[in-house]
């Protein structure tokens, strides 16, 4: 009987053994499947990329619609690359996708805000408030609009950050676009000493004005005026119009040719002065 029941008790080890490797053999099979799936996917995913941007580059399309497309692309495929590699474990897609409807209010909740970003992305390709290219502030940060992609659009800042603004805030928000038009204009105040005279002031401010190329005499002419008393200086205001592209250029030069100028002739900077009365005794 004893040894009856101890071989009766190995069969039932040895077919246990037999079993799990059997199950251990086919999970293996399976998730070198899946792998398999998910590296031949992302291969694909990337030829497409590639075959996207290269069919989208020879087209005459506005850069913003081009980098936004192809972050479409690359989500979409992505998702379908997910399922399959969710298939190929052997989850039954309708199973899957049945479990992301029973859980559709948590995961409404959690993309709601990529939903809006996403509608923030197409409204501005509708509406083009910025496009690739072009200089703009907006969410307290300002930079170059290197892509509008499907969630976010990306600045590149002058120091060579970058900075990723969800397309919902931009959509909705306050966007000043430094680039939209051909042309802005450049203010400076200038401050010299009380008992200078105005008139040669402005004389002197003309004909450095006059000296630079690059100042418009469109959509306005240089302006000058007196504009302030102020408690250590009078001010002058000097507003003229320049080429986009030659704003800072201008606003650094001017300011340099102005204080050189002002040496040369004898106008004096104002410094903060404090005039104390002693009464007498």
């Known amino acids: 009987m004893v040894l009856l029941a101890a071989v009766e008790a190995s069969s039932k080890l040895e077919g246990a053994i037999r079993s799990l490797v059997e199950q251990g053999s086919q999970l293996g099979f399976t998730i070198i499947k899946a792998l398999i799936v998910f590296l031949v996917g992302r291969l694909v ?4 990329n590639k ?3 290269k069919i989208l580059s020879k087209r005459d399309i506005d850069p913003s619609v081009k980098t936004f497309v192809g972050s479409l692309v690359n989500v979409s495929l992505t998702i379908l690359l997910i399922i399959s590699v969710v298939g190929a474990l052997g989850v039954q897609t309708t199973s899957f996708a049945a479990l992301l409807a029973s859980a559709g209010v948590a995961v409404g909740m959690a993309l709601s805000g990529n939903l809006s970003n996403f509608a923030g992305g197409l409204i501005i390709l509708l509406f083009k408030p910025y496009k690739v290219g072009d200089y703009i502030e907006a969410q307290g940060v300002g930079g170059t609009v290197k892509e509008v992609q499907m969630f976010h659009t990306v600045l590149g800042t002058p120091d060579n950050k970058i900075i990723y603004i969800p397309n919902g805030s ?4 306050v966007v000043t676009n430094f680039s939209n038009q051909t042309t802005r204009r450049v203010d400076w105040t200038f401050g010299v000493e009380y008992g200078s005279d105005y008139e040669k ?4 401010i003309e004909s450095v004005l006059a000296k630079d190329s690059r100042v418009l005499s469109e959509p306005a002419a240089p302006f000058i005026a007196l504009t302030a008393l102020a408690d250590s200086s009078v ?3 000097v507003r003229v119009w320049v080429n986009s592209s030659d704003y800072w250029g ?3 030069d001017i300011n340099k040719n102005i204080y050189a100028t002002f040496n040369e002739v004898g106008i004096g900077f104002p410094f903060p002065q404090l005039t104390v009365h002693q009464a007498k005794d």
């Open 170 to 173: 931009l959509s909705s928000g």
């Open 45 to 48: 995913i990337n030829l497409l």
């Open 235 to 237: 001010n002058v205001v």
């Open 51 to 53: 075959l996207v941007r």
């Open 201 to 204: 002031v402005k004389q002197v």
């Open 250 to 252: 201008v606003y650094f």
